[in-house]
């Protein structure tokens, strides 16, 4: 029976960039779910419902087949999330999921685990926020992870799901880094939607998490060194616990920085940028990304030409990357699946005082509406 | 030289000094070394960490749990190893960090360090250059940014992962080899003829706490201030 019992052990470096490669014509879900195959995974805890997407229920196939070591269902999000709170400090590889409303349930949890410094990928499918309610694609969610202390990565694609999935826990267990992985995609565009994936043999796996390399003692009660519970400071002393604190937080902040060479080396750098030396240029990330391309390659059709930069990375955000990016351009638009439009607004904070181009507020679309190329064309030519 | 201008100097640097990392400090590979935040080789890292701990007034050692317990192989002999090492530092003092919950209603100064209360222990003994080695990376880091906040301390970092942006002299990847490389280094300057602050001091002090139990006295920790 072909479970992890059978696996190679391989490195990172090799199963994401060295390893041949088929291609298989697979849902954003299937393509998850082929990385945690491959992604050693000790447990999966979940609270599977839908309209999230079948992930859960496809890892859980994962535990039938005894690719990973075990499965939970817990009773809701908060359930879910604090469970692997304890499954990542017992310093086994761990992973969960979530969307929209269910995220926003558990987003209390979720945003402690930076601060206790534990190894996990969360995967997103992002979905409106209720209300009212909507079970269509719109990826405000991520707006609340911007701040949450997460390592948080936006997918283009069925083909980056799974990329950087498996990129996901290798960034994550890296001792100066320790630190939760989210991997979003724009749910339904990605995960429901068959696309093709170039994927390494299932007969390869990483290397197990090394959990007594981190930058935390886990808990594990046979050894002395981690008897000592890695217990939170209280503040009910003094200065100098208020003090602790603040440095704990800015500990998470250099924890980042200190990603930031481990994110780039595998999924290939924060950004991808395409045409740099045009004058009007898209900023986008998530499915925003692959509309764009669409549209450049429209607008190239018209003796137009026009930039595009993927970011990759919302955490840490690609801020040098950008700048050097963005260093010629005159006019930028920002094309987006939500509302409020974080990332244009993490675009205009990056690029203050480092460009003079005009950055357009838009184009967005919300609420499940699909963002058509001729509204981007409309927005990148308005000016004209 | 990293291209970056950012100095991890010894403090007092105020009450919230920024993380290092997030001012363009980045760690060094395998065979390097940080000093002040800039990158320098293994050798010329090692030069400055043992000039400082012959140099600076109460030098001290402050050991973590990593080294404190014979958790797997080998630590055993990087314990012996740290021994080693301080029996090279006249006047040195050894005070653990053997455990990173808060302690209260106060730490007793002369028996550990804290990270949640670093400082007291660096202010109670007028440490002005410290060696931390055993310590998990989050607490190390933690208690680095506060030293450097409220004291003029000279922070070493022997780290057995990839080493900390936040000491002033640090080198990753460390075992027993780099310690001994790092004791070798102080025998080496005492060769050069660099005369130690604490030369007429031989060996290991103790503090009063130390002192007690090593007469086998009563101890009882240092009296909270009210």
Known sequence: MANTVNQRVVTPEHLLFEAPRTKAFITGSEAASEAVRRANVDIAIAYPITPQSETMERIGNL??????????????????????????????????????????????????????RLPLVFLIMCRVINAPLSIQPDNLELDYMLTSGNILLHGENQQDFFDYTLAGFAISEKCEVTLP???????????????????????????????YSEAVPMIDNENPPVRIARDAPIQKSNFISYQMHAAWQQEIHAAHERSRKWVSRYINGL???????????????????????????????????????????????????????????????????NCPGWLNREVRATLYGHSEAKIADGPRVYGGITMPTELILEWLFKSE | MNGNEYRVKPGPEGLLPPAAACCGVVLSEKGQGLVEGALKSENDTLRVMARELLTRQNPT????PLVLWAWREGVADKAASVLELAHEIPGVRIIPMPDYRPIYPKIDPEAVINPCHPNLTIWHNKIEVCVFIGVHCHFANITLKMIRAGTNCYTITLCHEAGHEDSMASLPFADANQVRALTETIRQLKREGLRPRYADTPGILLTAAQEALSQGLVWQPAPVAQ
Not at chain 1, 187 to 210: C, I, N, Q, Y
């Open chain 1, 271 to 337: 950004v991808e940028v395409v045409n740099p030396e045009a004058e009007t240029l898209i900023v986008a990330s998530g499915s925003a990304v692959s509309q764009s391309r669409e549209a450049l390659r429209q607008a190239e059709e018209m003796g137009k030409k026009v930039g595009l930069i993927k970011v990759k990375s919302l955490r840490p955000f690609p801020t040098a990357e950008l700048r050097a990016a963005c260093r010629h351009a005159k006019r930028i638009i920002v094309p987006e699946f």
């Open chain 2, 61 to 64: 050692i402050f050991p973590g």
């Open chain 1, 63 to 116: 535990f039938a087949e005894g690719y990973i070591r075990d499965y939970y269902r817990a009773e809701d999000e908060v359930g879910a999330f604090s469970a692997i709170s304890g499954a990542s400090r017992t310093g086994v590889r761990c992973m969960t999921a979530s969307s929209g409303p269910g995220l926003m349930r558990g987003l209390e949890t979720i945003a402690s685990w930076p601060g206790h």
């Open chain 1, 181 to 211: 992985v989210a991997v979003a995609v724009d749910g339904f565009f990605v995960t429901h939607a068959r696309a093709w994936v170039e994927m390494p043999s299932a007969e390869l796996k990483l290397p197990p998490r090394d959990c």
